[in-house]
C-alpha cells in the first residue's frame, strides 16, 4: 500500500502539540482501513525513523487518529519542524 494513502495529514491540536515535546509523540488522521502495522510501516518509510508504537481511534467526525511514538533516538519535534507545524 502506498505510504502516503495511508498517513494522510497531520493532526494539529494543543493536545498533540504538548505530545510532541512531553512523549515523542506524533499523531496523524490516516486511512480509515489501515491497521497499526500498515500505519508504523508507512510511517518508517516516509520519515526514515523507527516507531516504538501506534495507537489509533476513530475521532467524533468519523476521522481515524494515528499517535505514533517514535524511538527515543529520533526526535518527533524535529519532525514537526520539517513539515512545518512548528
Do not use: C, W
Not at 495511508?6 to 512523549?23: A, F, G, R, T
Not at 511514538?69 to 520539517?82: G, N, P, R, T, W
Amino acid at each position: 500500500m502506498d505510504p502516503y494513502a495511508v498517513i494522510q495529514q497531520p493532526h494539529i491540536s494543543e493536545k498533540s502539540m504538548n505530545l510532541i515535546d512531553l512523549n515523542n509523540e506524533l499523531t496523524f488522521v490516516v486511512l480509515r482501513t489501515s491497521n497499526k502495522s500498515t500505519i508504523k510501516r508507512a510511517f518508517e518509510e516516509l520519515f526514515a525513523v523507527k516507531v516504538e508504537r501506534v495507537n489509533t481511534l476513530i475521532n467524533s467526525d468519523g476521522e481515524k487518529l494515528a499517535y505514533i511514538k517514535l524511538a527515543k533516538e529520533h526526535s518527533a519535534e524535529d519532525i514537526a519542524v520539517k513539515m512545518g507545524v512548528f
